[in-house]
């Protein structure tokens, strides 16, 4: 009997897959970014973090246009653009990566 949902979702839950997909999609997308999200704050600082984390959605974005062959709409484009502007302008004018990592 499944949890949520209707009958048909008790037959995919039968399957040891499935349940192991599940697994490693809450491993993967949880239990594992945020300690090595804590170990590159400290390794790198907050300023060059604070600009790698603004940047992650620019990544995903990629990613996503790569891998799942997902074209991007006006608006995920202009605030694209934006967040590129951003990452320019600390770039430019407060040095964030003066310290030699870029």
């Known amino acids: 009997m499944p949890l949520i949902g209707s009958a048909e979702i008790a037959t995919g839950w039968q399957s040891s897959w499935v349940l192991l997909y599940c697994i490693a999609v809450g491993v993967l997308s949880t239990a594992l970014p945020f300690?090595?999200?804590?170990?590159?704050l400290r390794?790198?600082?907050?300023d060059i973090f604070s600009l790698l984390a603004c940047l992650?959605?620019?990544i995903?974005?990629?990613?996503s246009m790569i891998s799942l062959r997902h074209l991007p709409n006006w608006g995920e484009v202009v605030g694209l653009l934006c967040i590129w502007a951003n990452a320019?302008?600390?770039?430019?004018?407060?040095?964030?990566f003066a310290g030699g990592i870029a």
């Open 88 to 96: 320019h302008f600390l770039c430019l004018y407060f040095g964030v």
């Open 60 to 63: 995903s974005e990629v990613v």
């Open 43 to 46: 390794r790198f600082g907050p």
């Open 56 to 58: 992650m959605p620019e």
């Open 35 to 40: 300690p090595l999200e804590q170990v590159a």
